[in-house]
């Protein structure tokens, strides 16, 4: 199984992908940061944010994606770019007809180290040895991506399976934004 992590952010997107089974061990496909310029408008950097992930979504061939479930912060301003980020995120994979996942940080931390209250350092160091890595992703924003994808991929089970059921009803739904936007692109009307 290949599974893209985003840990989702307006000026750094943490994007990660890795591959394998449950109990086996894990591989790095891909690593990255989608960046945006902090002093363009919003609308923008959404856009930005949309085009690297549709891109690496495009090239990688994720199988599921995992992303950073937003939680409630004190910078009401940051959970909002945040909570945006994970939409554009989201909707790039439904529109590809993938399943989704959302973590929480303490899911993804509690999976890679076994404490769900590890700090940055420590989720950095243990995904640099999971995935046997020479040198140590950086910014913490592309450890934390493959630390969603890990924990996405370890989970397995019950969720693998729910996510297969899940699949052909957002397949379905990708299929009719497809056609809705071909249908748009010839001049046709649009339900």
């Known amino acids: ?31 990255s940061v989608v960046r945006t310029d902090p002093d363009d408008e919003v609308a923008l950097r959404l856009l930005g944010i949309e085009s690297g992930i549709e891109a690496l979504m495009d090239e ?21 770019g945040t909570a945006q980020a994970a939409g554009v995120a989201m909707l790039a994979a ?3 007809g993938l399943p989704v996942a ?15 209250r590890a700090d940055k350092a420590q989720v950095t160091r243990m995904v640099t040895r999971l ?24 989970r397995g089970g019950p969720r693998q399976r729910l996510a297969a059921a899940q699949r052909s009803r957002i397949e379905e739904a990708a299929r009719a934004e497809r ?13």
Request: proline share 6%.
């Open 1 to 31: 199984m290949r599974v893209m992590g985003v840990d989702p952010g307006l000026t750094r997107c943490g994007v990660g992908v890795v591959e394998g089974v449950p109990g086996k061990r894990l591989h790095l496909v891909h690593v």
């Open 60 to 80: 990688l061939r994720p199988d599921a994606v995992a992303v950073e479930r937003v939680f409630s912060q004190h910078n009401v301003r940051t959970v909002m």
């Open 131 to 154: 995935l046997s890595l020479d040198t140590a992703p950086k910014p913490a924003d592309a450890a934390d991506a493959l630390a969603l994808a890990i924990c996405h991929v370890w």
């Open 179 to 191: 056609a809705r936007l071909a249908a748009r692109s010839r001049g046709g009307t649009v339900k």
């Open 102 to 116: 959302l973590h929480t940080p303490s899911e993804a931390k509690a999976a890679v180290t076994g404490n769900g």
């Open 94 to 96: 439904a529109r590809r």
